[in-house]
Every structure is written in C-alpha cells, then in structure tokens.
C-alpha cells in the first residue's frame, strides 16, 4: 500500500481542493445523488426531515463506537451494506458538469500514483470497519457508485473486490445484491464483462442526457437490453428531471418501459420542472405509462416492476470521502477534507466528523 510523506499528504490535500468543491450534506427531503441508490435499495420507503446535529462525543468516547451502539440496536444485527465513492464533486445548478471540472477530475484520477493512494485508504477504511464490527456481521449488499466505475481501471476495480471479498462473508452468497452504477456509456463493452465476472448482478443506469457524458435518452431501451445480455439479473434507471428532459421523457418513456426496467427513480433538480407553475411531478404522462405497466409506485418517484424485492440492511455504511452512512435512526458524514480522511485512517479511527438524527416517516 502506498505510504507518502507530509509533505505529499498536504500537496494532495491542495490539488483536491483545486479539483473539488466542497460535498455540502444534504438537508432536504430528498437524500443527494450518492445516497439515493443506497437507502432506497435497502430501507422501506421513507419520507426525509430535517434532524439535529448530534455530537459524536455523545455517541461515545471514539467516532467508531456508534457503529457498536447500532449493530446492538438493530433488529437484525448481521445485515451490512457497503457504498463506495469517489472524492465527489457538485454538478452547477443546470446539472451540467463543465469541461474543466471534467479536465481536472480526469488530471486527479489518471495520477496512479494519486488515485492508488486513495484506493489504498479506502480498503484501510473497510478494514477498521471489519475490526470494529461484531463477528456475525454479513454483507448482504454492496454498491459502486457512477464515478467510482467510470473512473477506476479494471484492475483497479478488481483490486477493491478482492479486498472487499476478503474483509467481509456473504459477498459470494446468491441473495446478496452486489450494484453497479453507469454515469455514462462505458467506454467498451470489456467493463459490462468484468462486472459480471466480479459478481455485480444489478446495474443502475443513470442522468440520460444530463450531462453530455450522458447516456442519449432515445438509446436507453438498447443499453437496457445490452446490459441484460451480459447476465445482469436487475436493471434500475435514474432520471433526474431537467426542464429539458421532463419535456423529452414523455416521447420516449412507452419505449423504455418495453425494456422492463426493475425500477425507475425520477430525480428532482434544484432548478428543474418542480418550480415550473402547473407542473405536476412526476410528469403525469410518465407516471400514467408507469401504472398502466403495472408499476407500483414506492414513493412519489420511485416506480418498481411487479415482483420487486429490496434488502434489509439495517446498517449502510459509506466508504471515501464525504461518504454517507446510516442507521435505522442516524446519519453519519465521512469527513469531506482529504488530509483529514487520511489522518484519521491512519490513526486507527474511521474518517466520521458527522452525526445527525435521521428522522423519517413511512409513506
């Protein structure tokens, strides 16, 4: 594993604020674009409110002793689920990432020496949560988020499973559900191949037409198919819907829906279709296909097909930077600054700086 100097630490530090901007946590109702898979996958549908800020010297002594705390709580303590990121960075207010963001993701990333430093902390991360957790602990889901994918190498991916294999039982178990996301096209067919050899079995494809990385939305039906030919076993779709794609969805939606896709998520933006007068969301066109198909609506925006099951974890923690993790009746912030991350790690602690009471209503 890669070990740097001081002075190393701090000159990643400075290219990462350069290359970033701040995570900002989430306070609506509504969690952020990394969290939404997670929780939506392996909790009862929820309504999302705002819940103090708890002190972690509340929750003990060190920052690892929630994670105790909650596992003895729980009603079934061996459920875990893991989701893992990339440093994240904040598309503008359009949802558009601009080409330098871009450029200076793609600078960091393509850095070996760089990127393998981060992925060695990330397996140093699940190996303090492995120590920290009970004995009987099993993971019963696991998920890549779209930059994570997009990002990494295939050997680099392989990497992160091998030591995710190795830290954690219940990965090769059939009824775990291992995902995947696809921010944008891959960029062969090999990546499609090697999810599958590495055991992802549920694929999420998302933003079509969000960004101009974006999957076309007229091609959604054909990756669906291809996805499925690889051996995929579930194919999930995330819209998030801009002025110009709730105006688009309409036209294709009947198309995508003859794909059968396992659940289709409808994604509000900050500056989208919501806040145009007289627009119901989600569109009501959309959602008509949807019911007409025999999708059962889970939330407002989340339609699943006939036959949908999620898992049941009661713990879902984040692996990286700025990732978010929660419980039953909490939500845990990975610290967002790098050198922080690493300190913390290196000390023996996981990377948590944040708590707050997660307070949530059934819908």
């Not at 970033?20 to 946590?25: G, H, N, S, V």
């Not at 601009?98 to 600078?107: K, V």
């Not at 190996?127 to 930059?147: C, K, S």
């Not at 499925?228 to 002025?243: A, C």
Request: hydrophobic content about 40%; overall charge negative; charged content about 20%.
């Amino acid at each position: 594993m890669y070990s740097g100097d001081q002075r190393t630490l701090y000159l990643d530090e400075a290219v990462h604020r350069k290359a970033f901007r701040d995570i900002k946590a989430s306070s609506c109702a509504g969690l952020d674009i990394h969290a939404q898979w997670p929780f939506l996958l392996n909790t009862p549908p929820r309504t999302f409110l705002n819940g103090p800020e708890v002190p972690l010297s509340q929750l003990g002594t060190d920052n690892s002793h929630w994670l105790l705390k909650e596992c003895e709580r729980a009603d079934s303590p061996s459920n875990l689920a893991l989701s893992f990121q990339l440093p994240g960075w904040q598309p503008d207010s359009q949802n558009q990432y601009s080409r330098s963001q871009i450029q200076a993701l793609r600078s960091v990333y393509q850095s070996p020496s760089a990127l393998q430093r981060y992925i060695d902390y990330m397996v140093k991360e699940i190996q303090i949560l492995r120590r920290t957790l009970p004995d009987q602990i099993r993971l019963t889901y696991m998920h890549w988020n779209g930059d994570l994918v997009h990002f990494l190498s295939e050997s680099e991916l392989t990497q992160l499973m091998f030591f995710i294999n190795r830290s954690f039982v219940g990965i090769n178990d059939p009824a775990t559900m291992l995902v995947s996301e696809l921010d944008a096209p891959p960029k062969s067919n090999d990546l499609l191949a090697l999810l599958v050899g590495l055991g992802i079995n549920t694929i999420c494809i998302n933003d079509p037409g969000a960004t101009i990385y974006s999957f076309p939305l007229p091609d959604v039906k054909d990756w669906i198919n291809l996805v499925r030919d690889y051996g995929i076993n579930k194919v999930l779709l995330r819209l998030n819907l801009t002025d110009e794609l709730a105006d688009e969805l309409p036209l294709y939606i009947e198309d995508i829906i003859s794909a059968a896709p396992d659940a289709v998520l409808m994604a509000k933006t900050g500056s989208g279709p919501s806040a145009r007068e007289g627009f119901e969301f989600p569109p009501v066109t959309v959602k008509h296909a949807l019911l007409k198909a025999r999708y059962t609506p889970m939330t407002d925006s989340f339609y699943v097909a006939q036959g949908w099951n999620s898992t049941n974890s009661h713990l879902v923690k984040g692996i990286g930077l700025g990732a978010k993790s929660y419980t039953t009746a909490l939500e845990f912030y990975n610290t967002c600054g790098l050198t922080e991350y690493y300190q913390l790690l290196d000390a023996g602690k996981l990377p948590v700086n944040r708590a707050r009471k997660l307070i949530t209503e059934l819908y």
